[in-house]
Nanobody, 126 residues
């Protein structure tokens, strides 16, 4: 089972960009579907994006489609979330998550995933 550590969060202005990363331990990273969720204060955790084992298929929440890009580098055991045109409503703790398997990335429920990172804070100021 992989262990996940997020990094790269911070404070950015409305309309700005930020890239967050998630480093995974272990030699089986390439067999996992990877995802990003986020949780704002007082709200439930929500799906953001997911990517299949090869990086060839991606899946996005409607709220971020066209603004965010998920990618992965299996040689570096890392998954990324590039966030452009950020809005104050994107402010949240962003969590990296993993699901074992070679299926497509169409998993948007938190119960679909097995392993979670500790989260990284992203704050977008208006």
């Amino acid at each position: 089972q992989v262990q996940l550590v997020e990094s790269g969060g911070g404070l950015v202005q409305d309309g700005g960009s930020l890239r967050i990363s998630c480093a995974a331990s272990g030699r089986t990273f390439g067999t996992y579907v990877m995802g990003w969720f986020r949780q704002a204060p007082g709200k439930e955790r929500e799906f953001v994006a997911a990517i299949n084992w090869s990086g060839g298929s991606t899946y996005y929440a409607d709220s971020v489609k066209g603004r965010f890009t998920i990618s992965r580098d299996n040689a570096k055991n890392t998954v990324y979330l590039q966030m452009n045109s950020l809005k104050p409503e994107d402010t949240a703790v962003y969590y990296c998550t993993a699901r074992r398997g070679l299926q497509g990335p169409y998993y948007s429920d938190s119960s679909d995933y097995d392993t979670w990172g500790q989260g990284t804070q992203v704050t977008v100021s208006s």
